[in-house]
């Protein structure tokens, strides 16, 4: 990977885990990344959730914004004890969006909904956001409800 996609990818994460500071949540780079970037910690409940992040440079198209992101088959499958989160860190120009949704949430997706393109190890999801609309489109599933923090996330008191 080149230094440039590694500095954005970074990017994406520092984004993410400011978003989860400021929401209140505790959060933890791993020292060795096996497949998890952050580790959040809701300290009240002291529950623990694993993230994983994935940046993308949308470009500009006549709708709106395209990105991709691809992500190991195997992860996706892998059901753990402890709760595994995706953010889909989206950059618009000069400002970012994200996808927040669960594993379990996303492996349903994937399998009711046909989303992302599959080969022997990686799926792929090509995201469409429709600039007038306000929606953000994967495979032609409207996952518009998963740009908020709001469910999975929500601001600590």
């Not at 209140?24 to 002291?46: K, R």
Request: charged letters at 30%; hydrophobic letters at 35%; a positive charge.
């Amino acid at each position: 990977m080149s230094n440039e996609k590694l500095y954005f990818a970074k990017g994406g994460e520092t984004v993410a885990m400011s978003e989860l500071l400021l929401r209140g949540y505790n959060v933890a780079i791993p020292a060795v990344d096996v497949g998890d970037d952050i580790y959040v910690v809701e300290d009240a409940e002291s529950n623990f959730i694993r993230v994983q992040v994935k940046s993308a440079n949308c470009r500009k198209r006549n709708y709106g914004y395209f990105g991709q992101v691809r992500l190991p088959l195997k992860q996706l499958r892998s059901s753990k004890r402890t709760k595994l989160v995706y953010i889909f860190a989206l950059r618009f120009e000069e400002r970012w969006r994200h996808i927040v949704i669960s594993r379990d949430t996303l492996e349903k997706e994937v399998d009711l909904h046909r989303i992302g393109t599959k080969n022997s190890s990686d799926i792929l999801f090509s995201f469409r956001y429709h600039e007038q609309a306000g929606e953000l489109l994967c495979s032609n599933r409207n996952l518009t409800p998963f740009l908020s923090w709001d469910e999975t996330f929500p601001e600590m008191k």
